[in-house]
Each structure stands twice: as C-alpha cells, then as structure tokens.
C-alpha cells in the first residue's frame, strides 16, 4: 500500500470509512468486523469513524466502539480518526452542538469508547449555526494542549473557515474532510487550499454515484472504459483519479464488505495516464 501523510503520521494513501457500518441499514456485526480486518489485510492503516455514527441516539457511539472491538489485536499500527460535534435525536434525526462544553464532553466520552490515552485525529465535525466557528475550534486546540487529541482537522468547512480554524490551531490543523468525488466536486476550492497548506484532504463519500456508472455518459462512461482498459473497476478508476489530483489526497470510501475495501485498497496502485485524468477532469 503506498501511503500518504496526515500531519506527522504516514497512513495509507487510501483510508475506510466506516459509517456503513453503524447507521440504519447497517450489517451485522460480524460482516462487519470483516470488513475491517479485510482492510488491514490491505494495507489500509486510516481508519474514520465518528460519535455520531448510529442508529439513533439511544446507539449514540456504535462507531466508536464497533471500531475498538474490530481493531482490537490486529497487530498493526493504525490511525484512528473520530469526530465531534454531531449529536443524534430519536427517530434517527441529526442535531448540531459546537459549544466548547459539548467537544469537550464528546471528546472524554470517545476516549473512553475507543479505550485510548489519547485520540490519533480528532476532528470537528460540521459547524453549528448558533456557535461562532471559532470557539468550536478553539476546543480543540484546548484538547491539543490537554494531551487529549494528539492532532486536530476539521470536516464540512469552506475555505475561510478552514484558515480560521488553522490559525485559531496556531497552524495546527493537520487534516480536512468535505465531500469530493467525480459527481460532486464543489470542494475543489478547499482541495487546493489543503494542497497549499499542505494539509491533508480526506475526501468523504469518494465514490457517490459510481453504482449508476455503467449506464451513464460523460465522465461516468469513461470511467468505465478506462477500468475496461486497466481491468479494474470504476471505482478504483475514480479513486486513482483523486490521488492524482494532489499529494494531500487521502480518499475515504465508505465500506460494509470486505470484498468492497480489497478492491477500493487496490486504488492506491493504479496509475492513471495523463489523458485519462484529463478527460476525467473533463
């Protein structure tokens, strides 16, 4: 697996995503497990879960704990990544809390979960419309000073936001992960901001709209000719793809099969031609 940079840390160049496995529709817990260790198998080395990750919010922190118990004896070293600042309503509903007492609170209670000293990437989750962007992040560097979080990023942020986030961290922020894939590419301002200040840029979601490939044109159509000509599928096609595009690219798809992380671990050793990026670029 080749691997990539997220702040001092070397990871694999591709990560897993492990939300499939803890929201409605998730598999059971053994297939789960599976995937996981199919990934490290893999090679794969980042791991990206969050509190929020569950049915609802009587199975607040399935994510957190699912993963410890995957992880648990593997025998490999590996980067664990978990956000706060989402919460869970009954009925399976989203809620937002950025307050600074919330993160705090969020950040004791995914250290216990994942039973670790300290957490490898703890990140902001989503901005919360009724606390100053600033204060939510201002946690965090008061969870780096702690010893709590041994490095701070953010998710969901636009470009200025980033930067305040960066200099309220002091330039510690080490990673950002916002939405980005071949259908969906309005993060490209935040892509290049990352590049700039070499921080990493965890694409979430890397592979929306991939399933409908084969019966589309465009971009769609020539990600399946161009795996054609590799043999490989359209999906390692799209995460080939992302790599290419910056150093700072650590693609994040989401996974519920072991057969599905093999395949999307196989990305990181596709190389792409320059003309098949630039029509993929398009």
């Not at 606390?131 to 939510?136: D, H, R």
Request: proline share 6%; net charge negative.
């Amino acid at each position: 697996m080749q691997t990539r940079r997220i702040g001092d840390v070397e990871v694999s160049a591709i990560g897993l995503g492990t939300m499939p496995m803890s929201i409605q529709g998730r598999p059971d817990r053994e297939r789960s497990i599976a995937t996981v260790r199919a990934a490290v198998d893999a090679g794969v080395t980042l791991f990206d879960t969050a509190d929020a990750y569950s049915l609802d919010d009587s199975d607040f922190g399935h994510g957190e704990e699912f993963l410890a118990e995957a992880l648990r004896g593997v025998g490999t070293e590996v980067l664990i990544a978990t956000k706060g600042g989402h919460t869970r309503v009954p009925g399976g509903g989203w809620a937002l809390d950025g307050s600074p007492e919330h993160l705090r609170a969020a950040c004791d209670a995914s250290l216990r979960r994942l039973g670790v000293e300290a957490i490898g990437l703890y990140q902001f989750h989503r901005p919360d419309p009724a606390v100053p962007v600033a204060e939510s992040i201002g946690a965090l560097a008061e969870l780096l000073d702690a010893g709590k979080i041994r490095m701070a990023g953010v998710s969901n942020l636009n470009p200025d936001e980033i930067s305040l986030a960066n200099d309220v961290l002091g330039g510690r922020l080490v990673s950002v992960q916002n939405e980005f894939s071949l259908a969906f590419r309005s993060s490209e301002p935040e892509l290049e901001l990352c590049a700039k200040l070499d921080v990493a840029f965890l694409p979430w979601s890397p592979l929306g709209g991939i399933s409908r490939a084969a019966d589309l044109g465009g971009e769609y159509g020539a990600l399946v000719e161009i795996g054609q000509a590799h043999g490989v599928s359209p999906q390692q096609v799209s995460l080939a793809w992302m790599l290419a595009k910056a150093p700072v690219v650590i693609p994040i798809p989401g996974a519920s099969r072991p057969e599905s992380i093999r395949d999307s671990a196989a990305a990181a050793d596709l190389v792409l031609a320059i003309d098949e990026i630039e029509r993929l670029d398009g």
